[in-house]
Structures are given as C-alpha cells and as structure tokens.
C-alpha cells in the first residue's frame, strides 16, 4: 500500500522553482540531480573522467569521520508530510542511513543559511539501496529549506519532498482575484476518476503545459459518463473567472466540460453549479467571465470533461474569503 503522502505536492519541485542550493560534495555526480523532474535512468558503459557516470548526486568514499549533506531550497513554503529518498541503481555505493532537517529562512541566500535554525524532522534512518525509501514526517513545521545528511556517504538518484504548501494569504488578498486553485497558492487535486495518460496533479501546475504530457488526459471512455477531477482550493472564495486550456491536445481534447463547487467537505456539502456544460475547442485557451454562475463562496470545485480526453491547466480566478 503506497504511503497518503506521496499523493501531496513535491515542494522539492524544479517546476515549482525549487533549487539544490549548495553541498559539501559532488565528486561523482551533480547535486542538482537530487531533484531532476525525470525518473533517474542507468547507462552501462558510459564513465566520465571521476569514474562511473551516475543520475544523482554522489560523494566520494569517505575516509574520515562525519557525514556529506546537500541544502534544498523548496519551491514553494510548506509543511513536510513525507519524504521519499530514491537510491534507484545505486547498489554498492548507497548511503547507509540519512536524516532531514528543515528551516524557514524565507529569502536567504545560501551563505546565511550556516546561521539558520535548523530542526531535525526525520531522525537518522537507514536506507535500502536500489529502491524507493518513503518515509513519513511527523514534525509539523513550515519550512522553506530543506537539509538532507546522509551517513557516511554515497549516492541517492532523487528526492521527492511531499506536503502541504503554505501560501503567504495576507498578500495575496492584497492581490483582489487570485487563481484560488494553483499550486503554489495551496491548490491540490484530491481526487479524479482516470489520468492514464497525464497525471491530474499537472493541471494546477505553474506556467502552461508544455506539451500534452504535462497535462491531465484520460483514457478513451468507451461505455456511458465522463470523466471529472476535483480541486480542493488553496483558499476559500468566490471565483468569478474560469480559463480552460487544450492546448497541445488537438486529437484528443473534451467535447465539453462543466464545473460544480461547494463549501466543506465534497462527501456530504451540496454540489452548486459553476459552469454549465459548455463546448470547448482543441487546442485552444478559453476563458469564461460571463458564463460563471454565483456560487458563493466555496472550498471545492469539481472538473467534468465529456466524455473524456486531455485539458492543460485549469485556472480558478476569484476573491479569497
């Protein structure tokens, strides 16, 4: 059984603009490998000058006491519910343990963060080599830097920081509409009923889709319904704006979508209409105003698309209760 966790953010996301901000070690392999968005691969044969050519970060072979670590700046502030540390095709040469620290130092540069406040939330732990090492985090404290020690030394391929974003709400109110649903406003994809083909958490993502598989896309339904993902807002509020992206998905776009919403918990609150059923076009950004039905304000939105098919993003525009 997978761990809930790894269903949260990656706040250790390149496309969330996180960045390996600095280690004590790179001999054999590149810090930034830590947190490549592309699963790590193995090449036989191919060495470089220091030796094997690995997809991770790897020290040297340590011949005197203490440990290697390497300091993440998080994509977005967040609170860390569970980490996964991916030792994949490091076989002989995998740490023996590691241990995680946290600070919130919003802003600094990576020279400040030796006088940060740093709390240990996952205690020295051993690793597994060659495998996917998920481990829950308990300590429940907002971080915007992460710190793994690993002992003695050796290679990890990624790491994926899962949790939950903290968004900075006394600004952004500032901002009047807000997209109420992105990611790094606190937005999560709780639930969808396919995503074969492109996982449902790129709909919130930054930016646009950069090609149909950093989408949502669905297998081809092939008996009665639709497809639908729901959103559980970062905030609160009234939306008052939809935009709709198919771009990329130009064989393969919905023939419509519609939208509901609701106040609480999307078991038992009344779904309300948002956006009746409305066509869309292939490869193309739509943007509803007129269109949007008053809700109220709401904490859920549910995503129809008919009968099935791929969307790129899908924005929430409304004032934050």
Request: negative net charge.
């Amino acid at each position: 059984m997978s761990e809930a966790f790894l269903e949260l953010v990656d706040l250790a996301s390149e496309r969330l603009g996180a960045a390996v901000v600095s280690a004590n070690d790179e001999f054999f392999a590149a810090k930034e490998n830590l947190i490549k968005a592309e699963a790590p691969v193995w090449i036989e044969g191919r060495y470089t000058e220091r030796g094997k050519w690995m997809d991770g970060w790897e020290t040297r072979r340590r011949r005197d006491e203490g440990h290697d670590w390497a300091i993440l700046r998080l994509g977005v502030p967040g609170i860390i519910r569970g980490v996964d540390v991916d030792t994949a095709f490091f076989k002989g040469n995998f740490p023996e343990s590691c241990a995680i620290d946290v600070c919130d130092a919003p802003g600094a540069a990576p020279a400040d963060l030796d006088r940060a406040v740093w709390h240990e939330v996952l205690p020295r732990t051993p690793l597994t080599g060659d495998a996917h090492n998920h481990f829950a985090v308990r300590a429940a404290r907002k971080a915007t830097h992460l710190r793994l020690r690993i002992f003695p030394d050796g290679g990890v391929a990624r790491l994926r920081v899962h949790g939950d974003v903290v968004a900075d709400w006394t600004r952004l109110r500032l901002r009047g509409d807000v997209d109420l649903a992105a990611v790094e406003h606190g937005g999560l994809v709780v639930g969808c009923s396919d995503m074969f083909f492109g996982s449902r958490h790129n709909l919130i993502m930054p930016g646009e889709a950069r090609n149909m598989g950093d989408g949502w896309e669905t297998k081809r339904r092939r008996g009665p319904g639709h497809d639908w993902t729901i959103i559980r807002l970062g905030a609160a509020g009234a939306i008052r704006r939809i935009e709709v992206d198919t771009r990329h998905f130009k064989g393969n776009a919905p023939g419509a979508c519609s939208l509901d919403a609701c106040d609480g918990d999307p078991d038992t609150a009344p779904w309300l209409d948002l956006l009746a059923r409305t066509p869309l076009q292939p490869h193309a950004r739509h943007s509803f105003e007129d269109e949007v039905l008053a809700a109220g304000d709401v904490t859920h939105v549910r995503f129809n698309i008919f009968p099935d098919g791929g969307v790129g993003r899908l924005r929430l525009f409304g004032r934050p209760r």
